[in-house]
């Protein structure tokens, strides 16, 4: 029998579920509002629930694949050092474990035929939403060294910068590898992507660059990553390799 919203969230505040249930159905309810699941339509009922957090407990229990253990997927000092055929398991927002592997051609993805996932298995449109996010951002920046997939691929700044967050990388120099590809990237504060050849290009540039032709002098400085630097005698800067030269990180003050 189907009931409403308003229904379902009394008879779940009588039971002693625990917090991460109650969450669960709140978000579960707020996607039936929005018409986001065809399954659920304009209403929910307590067997959907019930099998949504059985499913959240059952990809929770899942410590081991074929004999090889599930890793936390963070990186180590701003580095997703990533093994093809592992498997690595991420959080959602709702708190549903995400489990990925990576093949051979950079695909980040999860792999629900290994998890023993039948075509019944459902999660909450959000979890997956979100699963699908982070698998195509972690899949773009493996596969492709340009930044182009990340710039093209549907994300607000703020998502990228939050994803990788999640991840445990933090805005500076990343890199993401796998068995087969390693890339490495610069990350803005403001959640932009730029690939190293590129960060590495405009330094060079500002580095060539005779500034005192622009009405700068030696008084003018140069702020990048925290960083103060001056023009030398002859008005060129002179930024080592390696920083993050580029205009959306860098303050002048003439």
């Known amino acids: 029998m189907k009931v409403n919203n308003y229904s379902i969230l009394n008879r779940w505040r009588?039971?002693?579920?625990n917090s991460a249930n109650s969450k669960l159905i709140k978000s579960a309810n707020n996607l039936v509002e929005k018409k986001l699941s065809a399954q659920m339509n304009d209403s929910i009922n307590i067997e959907t629930s019930k099998k949504l957090i059985a499913n959240m407990e059952k990809l929770s229990s899942i410590v081991e694949i074929d004999r090889k253990k599930v890793e936390q997927l963070v990186s180590d000092n701003n580095v997703?050092?990533?093994?093809?055929?592992?498997?690595?398991?991420?959080?959602?927002?709702?708190?549903?474990?995400?489990?990925?592997?990576?093949?051979?051609?950079?695909?980040?993805?999860?792999?629900?035929?290994?998890?023993?996932?039948?075509?019944?298995?459902?999660?909450?449109?959000?979890?997956?939403?979100?699963?699908?996010?982070?698998?195509?951002?972690i899949s773009s920046l493996l596969q492709d060294s340009s930044a182009?997939?990340?710039?093209?691929?549907?994300?607000?700044?703020?998502?990228?910068?939050?994803?990788?967050?999640?991840?445990?990388?933090?805005?500076?120099?990343?890199?993401?590898?796998?068995?087969?590809?390693?890339?490495?990237?610069?990350?803005?504060?403001?959640?932009?992507?730029?690939?190293?050849?590129?960060?590495?290009?405009?330094?060079?540039?500002?580095?060539?660059?005779?500034?005192?032709?622009d009405g700068f002098t030696t008084d003018s400085v140069f702020t990048i990553e925290g960083k103060h630097?001056?023009?030398?005698?002859?008005?060129?800067?002179?930024?080592?390799?390696g920083v993050g030269c580029i205009m959306d990180n860098t303050v002048i003050k003439k």
């Open 148 to 213: 182009f997939l990340v710039r093209t691929g549907g994300y607000s700044n703020k998502e990228v910068k939050d994803i990788l967050g999640s991840i445990g990388i933090k805005p500076g120099w990343f890199e993401v590898k796998s068995s087969s590809q390693d890339n490495k990237f610069y990350l803005v504060d403001n959640g932009l992507v730029y690939p190293e050849y590129q960060v590495e290009a405009e330094r060079r540039a500002f580095n060539q660059r005779n500034w005192f032709n």
């Open 14 to 17: 009588n039971c002693n579920s």
């Open 80 to 137: 997703l050092n990533l093994s093809n055929g592992s498997f690595y398991k991420l959080h959602t927002s709702n708190g549903t474990t995400a489990i990925f592997t990576v093949d051979d051609n950079g695909n980040a993805y999860m792999p629900f035929n290994e998890l023993g996932l039948d075509e019944n298995f459902t999660l909450t449109p959000t979890d997956y939403n979100e699963i699908s996010k982070t698998s195509r951002l």
């Open 229 to 241: 630097y001056k023009l030398d005698k002859s008005g060129h800067l002179n930024v080592p390799k």
